[in-house]
């Protein structure tokens, strides 16, 4: 798997690669440490600069873990969220195959990871959740060919896919911020 030409085509013809992927038989593992791993790396070391460096109250220790919340956010997320889309897969007449749940949930993350690294400037944090955005029409347009959800299905699925997704990001994310940074607000306060 060539991961620049594959983050490539699932932004620009990404029906074209969902039927791809499809095809493909690529292990759970190959996946998380050929793609995922890689691009997630992209928001960490990217925060970690932007934290470290850029922000007002830059600090080596405060962008390092930003750059952790952030690994861990993305690949503990999607995982997580491939498990429970798989989970939920009888319930919308889709066929239950965590391999084909992971392909669809990572390979839908590409372009916010790939947008990941604006966090350099934390101030342009938001363009992160403008391409969130993109990922969110890759998982809406992949959840027929690799879940092999019937047309009648999808929006629902979808829906309950997004409400799953949104709500394992924020609590994973909410979660490693309280444990490694701690109350961002009040170490604001000390400087």
Known sequence: MNIIERAK???ISPKDEWALI???NTSVTDLIIQYLIPLALIPAIA???GFGIFFKFNSFS???KNAVVNLITYIGG???TAYIIDALAPSFASVKDFRKACQL???SYTPVMLAG???IFPSLSVLVLIAGLYSLYLLFIGLKPMMKTPDDKVAVYFIVSL???IVVYFVISAVLTRIFIGNIYTMARSF
Do not use: N, R
Request: aromatic share 8%; no cysteine.
């Open 163 to 165: 409400v799953v997704l």
């Open 78 to 80: 999607a995982l997580l």
């Open 22 to 24: 499809d095809q493909e």
């Open 47 to 49: 925060s970690f600069i």
């Open 117 to 119: 690294i604006v966090l």
């Open 105 to 107: 949930v990572v390979y």
């Open 9 to 11: 085509k699932i932004i």
């Open 62 to 64: 405060l962008g390092l």
